[in-house]
């Protein structure tokens, strides 16, 4: 449902750039973990990107030289938890959340331009998983029990409240912008 209403407030582009479908049971092989249906279909229909210049969504089918896994996704998610799992070690009870790889920890899949982490808490079931926004520079995290979907129309639609998340859209006229930067071929 979710899926179907960004869809119509903003478009795929005629190609998903960084989009393999063929490969989500090796990416996730890679990552141990069953991924949302949802997040599956935004890639598969989308790509690698940005929506509105400000926040992204990374694709697991994304090159990268600097790091050793063999899926964009899985590494950039260990580099991305890294950080997150420094603060939850020295200050637990503003970082609260375990990390990726640990059981139910924080799965990064996106963040945006100030460096904010955008994260699946793989805790229950994939299609159940919610989402935390995290903004590391203030200790400070949004939960959103919804699909990626469901937050990005949210967003878009300035229904979200997000004391995190920018929603000043006016100087970025593209909706979703493809990133031809670092695909995989």
Request: hydrophobic share 35%.
């Amino acid at each position: 449902m979710s899926l179907q209403l960004l869809l119509q407030i903003m478009p795929a582009p005629l190609s998903a750039l960084g989009s393999n479908p063929e490969l989500w049971p090796q990416v996730e092989s890679n990552l141990g973990l069953a991924l949302p249906t949802d997040y599956k279909r935004f890639i598969d229909l989308y790509g690698a990107g940005m929506v509105f210049d400000e926040l992204f969504i990374v694709s697991p089918f994304t090159k990268t030289n600097t790091l050793a896994k063999p899926d964009y996704l899985t590494s950039w998610a260990l580099q991305e938890g890294a950080e997150y799992r420094e603060c939850h070690n020295r200050f637990p009870e503003e970082c609260p959340f375990p990390i990726y790889p640990d059981a139910g920890g924080l799965l990064a899949i996106g963040g945006d331009q100030t460096c904010n982490s955008l994260f699946y808490r793989t805790e229950g079931t994939p299609d159940e998983w919610p989402l935390v926004l995290y903004d590391d520079d203030y200790f400070n995290y949004e939960t959103y029990e919804e699909s990626v979907t469901g937050f990005l129309v949210r967003w878009i639609r300035g229904d979200l409240h997000s004391g995190i998340l920018s929603d000043d859209f006016s100087k970025n006229p593209h909706r979703f912008g493809s990133s031809i930067n670092n695909l995989s071929a």
